[in-house]
């Protein structure tokens, strides 16, 4: 298809004539996929904030349990002199890891870069369903307004964790936060996953048709093959979270007994279930969520290749290695569920098979590792703010990876479960991988986004108190671990074992404060260069993927003439022309020199 | 700038290793009791070994991959680099290399750990290995539980067998919260939950196990050391879940009676005049 | 910008702690405006707050309450009650504070008052002090418990209910504590008296709405000296409650007690007239007994009673809900096949609980029973768990093939 914009090219920057209908029908309905996904990335920063504070709760509870805490404390516990109450704590928990996990990462991934990326990639006008994309970010509100108003029932949110582990989710009396708000949490996850799923169909689709002649499947972008493989995942895991949640929501409301084994007495009530195994719901909700993992850590993978690529003015090295490796990851993904279940009471003889396949996961990992060093030696380096995120993910990867080959033998795992050594890994990989892989795409996408540039000292700064607070906050966890800090108590240090650790959670809790308030310069960089940053041309970077051919921003139908793809994506520092980058879409010397080169 | 950022990211391996070693070293201040808590187990050791192991192994790889990270980013930075670009597309070498070494090393590690996870769970102490004279089959005689521990919210409730060795008759001694055990004898407990998940940990015997509501569950282990240490609930189990200690005391069999039978004692108490006082 | 404004706003909202006060007896003193159609007005409820903060002290900064003809040091010492009260903190030689907030406050209240942010969820609700009211106790049906009574809660719990064992704390904390509890409910129990008072239903002719019980700014009248010693008369009748309080002898059983003719005896009086338990605790002893379906008169305790009057109209029901007061719930007799005993499962336990009965609740003291009857009949209860249909899970999982 050919892109047909006669009038203004840049409806995404052009001002709204006409009125609120014109807004209405230019943003809200929109079915453009670059406004869906910058839909999708300013809800999930918002988002973000909001799990941030959640988080600081905790920080400051660790640090300084049943203390005045600020701001909510004053809000909520007044009575009890802003002393939060533990069934708060169970909620602060809760929602942090729910609203990170299923309001931040996954969609700011799948929907915001995603969407905004995979047609400009892959040299197609838009996505292959439009209207259904649309309603993919619609699912979203649906999913907001369920838990934001879970906020405001008691005990302030859901408190089974947000691994929502029955009987103590299933059983209405089993925890203050397993009532309406456990409820109202389901039904939000559910719609995350609904939101998920038309965005996996459509990714899948329009990769697989609508590449533009001549993109062959490994002229690919990483970006791409990582969105693709990601796609794949949630299609299929997702159905299996949503079934369990079903299950639980019956449990809960119809009196079924899915997960609810008889005999039980809670809060003094004989329970009139049974027939029900716990470890069930723990089998379905981790056969979802152990791909999710990698769902939250793939796309960010694929932009930290291209990322680095550019940056290093040098091909990735071991470009089909690093597409095997992603299909390496997502296939051994599937499998390794139980590692998260080693002590949870199922049949150790699969604690054998799982820490096997769990093992074999390093690899492939491993691998992705090397080749972004390979990628970066011999290169020319260019230290800008997405590069520095970029590096520092590879870096950050490496200890997140590292920590999971403990935790994956199992018989370390007995001691180590439960502790801070896991909350350790998984925010190396989350927080100090992911999320600064976000970071580094922002700011690397941003011209292509809104046609202007952030600033970079800005972006130089946020990056160096980010990075430094970030391991400030999270390294001694592993620390906290080794000690066997548990999660999850509101008040750990009355435990003889773990009574002297409370300075070096003060410290932590510092570190934390100072790295949700350094991104403040972050929010301010967004806003102020969306309005005063200095304006861009297609291609600020110099890169080679298709995206930088087209405007910034781009109009709807993205490109102004047909992309034709003639090489691979990585083809920087060539010797077959002058610059030091070479475009997917030039045509190589000979055709050039015979005519223009379009069809 | 390049050079500044290229020193930022080797303090990563030089901090991260910094602060494991002050951890571990043992009497460091200012982190003194940051390290593994003392273990009184007869197997701890196993796990304690496989962690140090693990941590010897991803600790080299780290700082070889942390250094060489630095060393890239130093010498190929572009301002500094006058070199053309290696125009290099990756090498088939070293990615089998890099594929089959890593493979082997983590293979190895997986099947060398196999044998302390089947002692610690699924070889139950046994009695006697029954008419066929093998253990681990199914005519082996178990040895009982000492006592059924029941997670519950939020305390441990214990039902130390009577004199007919078994749990649920009318001469158990019920306690709560203090878990005494005999040191040196292999000890079988049962572990039940009343409502929820729980978990039973025991940091000083390197020992836990999630606690699920329908299904009867055993843990065993022989302590080798006395003293009092701490008993922790490690899942998840409502708001109660962090007040949820326990004490652990494991002394010597003959005080271990004793305090038996003065549990025993004030449980079956049928006198009571004012002139006593309890506690 | 308008953002960073709003967050700074909202950021100094915390910089300054808020001052925790006592809460006042609201329930109670809904039930007696109730009960003698008159309104407390906001000047005698100041009042109640002064007298009250100026014999007991604050939340933060408490003080042992001076009784004339007392010596309070019997019952409680300013170091401890410092160590529980106030926020949770360790001061400069390592000693903790804020014991009770740390420990206590969430289910019980910062008053004492059973209404802290987790009571909402407990069943049973956690025990509101202010009556003086304790349900395990080894004294007489009204008397105050022991010490030792309340060192016997906190070290065994109260199974059965969320109110934990407290073993693991060292003994002073939990002396410090169980002083803390009685002093709230010493502020309780006067707190109540003054509020009745107040309400003209008392001796000194006060009147509702603007009768104030002691104008501090006036103390040299007569009439000042008159009502401070009539406080004092109430804290020194309310003290020696609680120093008075004795644990009862329990005779030793009969010879052939923990045979199976004992249990048979007890068997006999359990669900024959004399004992009368089957009303309640029900035909099988499940706890489901006929008076327990009487809907016009259900069964509640003491505390519910207060709380929610019969034939409270939808005002009456808003105005408790208004002040935080604890949805209504019936009382359930206990289940006995469970084996749960909340005051504690040894004999001595079990025959407090049959002949002095439960404070608060509808379990009558067995006045009528003789000393051997009671024995009789405890042994009974305490062979009901080990019966074969108390234990159908036991018989259902014997049905099973036997796993690991």
């Given at each position: ?8 090219q840049?409806?995404a920057?052009t ?6 209908g ?6 809200v309905?929109s079915r453009?996929?670059k406004i869906i ?6 809800s999930t920063l ?7 504070l959640l988080?600081l ?6 640090a300084w349990?049943w ?5 909510i ?9 802003g002393?939060?109450?533990?069934e708060f704590?169970?909620?602060l928990?809760t929602?942090h890891?729910t ?5 931040v990462i996954i ?6 870069f995603?969407n ?5 990639m892959?040299?197609?006008d838009?996505?292959a369903f439009?209207t259904l994309?649309m ?5 979203m509100?649906p ?8 906020f ?11 691994t929502?582990y029955?009987?103590l989710?299933a059983?209405?009396?089993?925890a ?12 939000g996850v559910t719609?995350?996953?609904i939101?998920?799923?038309?965005g ?11 590449r533009a ?13 990582s ?8 299609a299929?895991a997702?159905p ?14 119809l009196?079924t007994g ?15 279930s049974?027939?029900g ?8 909700f ?10 939250m850590i793939?796309?960010a993978?694929g ?10 003015r ?12 992603i299909?390496g990851i997502?296939?051994?993904?599937f ?5 998260h279940?080693?002590?949870?009471g199922m049949n ?5 098979t799982f820490?096997t ?7 492939p990992?491993?691998?992705?590792v ?6 970066i ?10 590069m520095?995120?970029a590096?520092?993910f590879?870096?950050?990867f490496i200890?997140g ?7 994956a033998?199992t ?7 439960d ?9 190396y ?6 999320a600064?892989a ?6 690397f996408?941003?011209p ?10 800005a972006g130089?700064l946020h990056f160096f108190l ?11 966890m592993?620390i906290?671990g080794v ?12 435990y003889e074992t ?12 510092m570190?934390?404060i100072g ?5 403040i310069?972050?929010?301010?960089n ?13 291609n600020?970077w110099?890169?080679?993927t298709?995206?930088w051919?087209?405007?910034s921003p781009?109009g709807?139908?993205?490109f ?15 010797p ?6 070479y475009l997917q879409?030039?045509p ?5 020199s015979?005519?223009?080169?379009e069809? | 700038?390049g050079?500044?950022?290229s020193?930022?990211f080797?303090l990563v391996?030089i901090?991260?290793v ?13 982190l003194?009791g ?11 050791f ?8 693990i ?5 080299a790889i780290?700082?070889a991959?942390g250094?060489?990270?630095?060393w ?19 090498s088939?070498?070293?990615e ?13 590690i997986?099947?060398?750990?196999m ?19 093998i253990?681990?089959?199914s005519?082996?005689?178990l040895k ?5 521990i029941?997670g519950r ?9 009577g004199?007919?060795q ?5 001469d158990?001694?019920?306690?709560v919260?203090?878990l ?8 079988v407990v049962a572990l039940?939950?009343?409502d ?6 025991l ?6 196990q ?15 050391r006395t003293?009092t ?8 189990c409502?708001?109660g879940?962090?007040?949820?200690r326990?004490r ?14 003065a549990?025993r004692?004030e449980?079956?108490r049928?006198q009571?005049?004012?002139s006593?006082?309890?506690? | 910008?308008l953002?960073?404004v709003?967050?700074?706003a909202?950021m ?9 006060e006592?809460?006042p ?5 809904l039930?007696?405006e ?8 906001a000047?005698?409820k ?10 007991f002290g604050t939340?933060d ?5 001076k009784?004339a003809?007392?010596?309070?040091g019997?019952l ?7 160590m ?13 504070h804020?014991?009770?907030r740390q420990?206590c406050?969430h289910c ?18 956690p ?13 007489t ?7 030792d009574d ?12 969320a109110?934990?064992s407290?073993?693991?704390l060292?003994?002073n904390?939990?002396?410090?504590l169980?002083?803390y509890?009685?002093y709230l409910?010493?502020?309780?129990e006067?707190?109540?008296l003054?509020i ?12 509702p ?13 007569a ?6 010693a009539?406080?004092q008369e ?9 120093l008075?309080?004795q644990s009862?002898?329990?005779p030793?059983?009969?010879?052939n007690w ?8 007890g068997?006999d009086l359990?669900y024959g ?11 099988i002893a499940l706890?489901?007994?006929?008076n ?30 208004a002040?935080?007061?604890?949805a ?18 040894r ?18 003291a ?14 009974y ?9 108390s234990?159908?899970?036991?018989q259902l ?7 690991l």
């Open positions: 298809m050919s892109s047909t914009t006669t009038d203004s840049d409806h920057t001002p709204a004539r006409g009125g609120v014109h807004f209405i029908g230019k943003y309905f453009d996929h996904g910058i839909q999708f990335l300013f918002l988002w973000f904030l909001i799990g941030g988080a709760g905790i920080r400051w509870q660790l349990p203390s005045n805490m600020p701001v404390g004053n809000l909520l516990f007044s009575a009890e002199g002393q939060i109450s533990p704590y169970t909620t928990f929602m890891a609203v990170m996990i299923f309001f969609p700011i991934l799948a929907g915001a995603g905004f990326l995979i047609p400009l892959i040299g197609a838009d996505m439009p994309n309603l993919s970010y619609w699912f509100w999913a907001f307004i369920l838990i934001g108003m879970s405001f029932t008691p005990p302030y949110g859901a408190g089974a964790g947000w929502s029955p009987p989710s059983m209405l009396g089993a203050p936060g397993s009532e309406s708000a456990q409820t109202l949490w389901l039904l719609c995350v996953g939101s998920s799923m038309m996996s169909v459509n990714y899948l689709t329009t990769i697989l048709q609508m002649p001549g993109m062959t499947m490994f002229r690919l972008p990483l970006t791409i093959w969105m693709f493989i990601t796609a794949i995942l949630q299929f997702l299996v979270l949503t079934a369990a949640g079903f299950m639980q929501l019956t449990d809960r409301m009196g899915f997960f609810l084994p008889e005999g039980l007495i809670v809060n003094n009530s004989a329970m009139a049974g027939g195994q716990p470890l069930l719901w723990q089998h379905l981790w056969f979802y969520s152990h791909p999710a993992v990698y769902i793939l796309p993978m932009m930290v290749s291209d990322i680095i690529a550019t940056f290093s040098k091909p990735i090295f071991g470009y089909k290695p690093m597409v095997y490796s299909s997502a296939g051994l993904g499998i390794v569920w139980g590692h279940m080693f002590v949870s150790p003889v699969l604690g054998m820490m396949a769990t093992m074999m996961i390093a690899l990992s491993a691998v992705k090397f080749n972004w060093m390979g990628t030696w011999g290169g020319k380096v260019q230290f800008t703010t997405p520095l995120f590096t520092s590879v870096s950050m200890i990876g590292l920590s999971g080959i403990f935790m033998a018989p370390v795992d007995i001691f180590i479960h502790t801070y050594f896991i909350v350790a890994h998984f925010h990989v989350l927080f100090s991988g992911t600064m976000v970071f580094g795409a922002i700011y996408w941003y292509k986004m809104f046609g202007r540039m952030m600033n970079e000292t130089k980010t990075f430094i607070f970030l391991n400030g906050t999270f390294y001694p592993h906290l000690v066997g800090f548990p999660r999850r108590l509101a008040d750990p240090y009355h773990f009574a002297q650790l409370q300075p070096m959670n003060q410290f932590m809790s570190c934390a790295m949700v308030a350094t991104q310069i972050f929010a301010i967004i806003f102020y260069s969306m309005f005063r940053g200095p304006k861009v041309g297609r600020p110099k890169s080679n298709l995206e051919t087209a405007p781009p709807h139908g993205n102004d003439f047909q992309p034709i793809v003639y090489r691979g994506p990585y083809e920087y520092g060539s077959e022309v002058d610059t030091d980058y879409t030039q190589p010397p000979e055709a050039e015979s005519g223009d080169g069809t | 700038m050079r500044f950022w020193l930022l080797l391996p901090l991260g910094g602060l494991f070693v002050v951890a571990a070293l043992p009497n460091s201040a200012p003194y940051h390290w593994f808590p003392e273990d009184v187990s007869r197997d701890g196993i796990i304690d070994n496989l962690f140090n192991f941590l010897y192994l991803t600790g780290f700082v991959t250094l060489l990270l630095f890239f980013l130093w010498k190929y930075d572009a301002t500094k680099n006058p070199e053309p670009v290696k125009f290099i597309h990756g088939h070498t070293l089998i290399v890099w594929s089959i070494l890593p493979a082997v090393t983590l293979l190895f997986a099947i060398y750990q044998d302390a996870w089947a002692a610690a769970k699924m070889r139950r102490p046994i009695i006697s290995a029954g008419a066929d004279e253990e681990g089959t005519d082996d005689q009982p539980p000492l006592v059924e029941t919210q939020f305390e441990w409730r214990l039902r130390y067998a004199a007919d078994k749990i649920g008759t009318p158990d001694v019920h306690g919260n203090e005494h055990i005999p040191v040196d004898e292999d000890i039940k939950s009343e929820v998940l729980h978990s039973f940990f940091p000083n015997l390197r020992l836990k999630d606690i699920v509501p329908g299904m009867k569950q055993f843990m065993w282990f022989r302590a080798t003293g240490y701490d008993i922790v609930c490690a899942e998840l409502g708001w879940h962090y007040k949820m326990g652990l005391v494991i002394e010597s069999r003959e005080d271990f009676d004793r305090w038996l039978q549990e004692d449980q079956n049928v009571y005049s004012p006593e006082t309890d506690e | 910008m953002l960073l709003a967050l700074i909202a100094s909202l915390g910089c300054s702690p808020p001052v925790v006592f809460r007896a609201a329930g109670h003193q039930a007696r109730a009960e003698l159609e008159a309104q407390l007005g000047e005698q100041e009042n109640i707050a002064t007298i009250l903060d100026s014999l939340p900064q408490p003080h042992v309450p009784v003809e007392v010596d309070m019997q409680m010492n300013q170091t401890a009650i410092e529980a009260a106030g926020a949770v903190a360790v001061d400069e030689d390592g000693r903790p804020g014991l009770y420990h406050a019980h209240g910062i008053t004492g008052d059973g209404m802290g942010p987790t009571a909402e969820f407990l069943n049973p609700y025990r509101d002090y202010r009556m003086g009211k304790f349900k395990f106790k080894s004294t049906t009204n008397a105050r418990p022991t010490n309340l060192h016997r809660l906190l070290k065994h719990g109260v199974p059965g209910t109110m934990p407290f073993r693991v060292p003994q904390q939990k002396d410090s169980v002083q509890v009685i409910s010493m502020r309780g006067l707190e109540r003054l009745g008072e107040l309400l003209g239903a008392g001796e000194l002719g006060i009147e709405p603007d009768g104030v019980l002691l104008n501090l700014s006036d103390k040299d009248t009439e000042f000296q008159e009502r401070s009539w406080v109430k804290m020194t009748t309310i003290a020696n409650s609680w008075q309080a009862e002898e329990v030793p059983p009969p010879e923990g045979s199976a003719e004992s249990r048979q005896l068997r359990f007239t004399r004992g009368g338990c089957v009303k309640c605790h029900g035909n706890g489901d007994g006929d327990t379906f009487d809907l016009k008169t259900p069964l509640v305790d003491d505390w519910t009673k207060e709380n929610w009057p019969k034939g409270l109209d939808a005002a009456g029901l808003l105005e408790r809900e002040v935080g007061i604890l209504e719930r019936p009382l359930r007799p206990r289940n006995l096949r469970q084996g749960v005993y909340r005051g504690g499962r004999p001595v336990d079990l025959y407090w609980r049959i002949r002095y009965g439960i404070s608060g609740t509808p379990m009558p067995a006045k009528e029973l003789k000393s051997d009857e009671i024995w009789y009949l405890l042994d209860v305490r062979s009901l768990p080990f019966e074969s249909i234990q159908p899970h036991e999982r014997n049905l099973k093939r036997e796993r």
